[in-house]
């Protein structure tokens, strides 16, 4: 089966930049879309960002466009998301996931997923 392994979570300053990093190991049949969530305490589990398998076509939540960036290097099996001008409210748990059935948007349809790195925005 098809394991994730985040890193790149921590606490930083508002402003401040980030970059997460999500590596995938185990059966696969090539390359698959893969997807940043995220949740804060007491919220949804929510879509960030998405990148086609060939990481031609990358996909923004509205209010992280031009702030965040997904990129994949698929020599290496591994996905970003690069993470500048932080805000507070983009404090929360990020979690990888990977092989989207039906939509992107969606975190019912990714079949795998990372155990989750913390991300704290202070102010």
């Known amino acids: 089966q098809v394991q994730l392994v985040e890193s790149g979570g921590g606490l930083v300053q508002a402003g401040g930049s980030l970059r997460l990093s999500c590596a995938r190991s185990?059966?696969?049949?090539?390359?698959?879309?893969m997807g940043w969530f995220r949740q804060a305490p007491g919220k949804k589990r929510t879509y960030v960002a998405a990148?086609?398998?060939?990481?031609?076509?990358?996909y923004y939540l509205e209010s992280v466009k031009g702030r965040f960036t997904i990129t994949r290097d698929n020599a290496k099996n591994t996905v970003y998301l690069q993470m500048n001008n932080l805000k507070p409210e983009d404090t929360a748990v990020y979690y990888c996931?990977?092989?989207?059935?039906?939509?992107?948007?969606?975190?019912?349809?990714?079949?795998?997923w990372g155990q989750g790195t913390q991300v704290t925005v202070s102010s």
């Open positions: 185990g059966r696969t049949f090539g390359n698959s879309a």
């Open positions: 990148i086609s398998s060939s990481g031609r076509n990358t």
């Open positions: 996931a990977a092989d989207s059935r039906d939509s992107y948007f969606d975190a019912l349809s990714y079949a795998y």
